[in-house]
């Protein structure tokens, strides 16, 4: 699912009520669509997510997982059972160990904001991230790591 259709509609809308004020305003609204198309697509994507974890709930056999690559959501419902043929992601960590990640700087400001939309710090939002997309790994098909 494109989600640009859902910020651009918001942007137009935005733009569309600064229409009322001068040419300033509506400079200024203009800008602001711009530069909150990243925060409203997060907020999206957690419409989504929520959506998705009641989902979740409600099927009981099944999980729904939403992602987002780029401007496109994408949604994956898997039966609950597939992770008891696999070790859990628990199962296999260890110690505790420190790495250095570098991200654009676009992308970190991204990750802080969708780790503060979820109250947690960006280490456990990006901790959490690995660990889903261990999971998720680990669900598929068997590869060599």
Known sequence: MDLSK?????????VAAAALGDEKT????AALATATESSTRLALL???SELAAEVSAALGD???????????ASVDVRKSGAAEEHP????MTGDISRVT?????????KA???ASQNGVSLNAWLS???SGALKDQMRGPKRDI
Request: hydrophobic share 45%; charged share 35%; glycine share 2%.
């Open 6 to 14: 859902y910020t651009e509609r918001i942007r137009e809308d935005l």
């Open 26 to 29: 509506q400079a200024t609204a």
């Open 46 to 48: 957690a419409a989504l």
């Open 62 to 72: 099944r999980t729904v997982h939403v992602s987002l690559d780029g401007a496109d």
């Open 88 to 91: 859990t992601f628990e199962e």
């Open 101 to 109: 990640l570098r991200l654009v700087e676009q992308m970190k400001a």
């Open 112 to 114: 802080e904001e969708a």
């Open 128 to 130: 959490n991230a690995v």
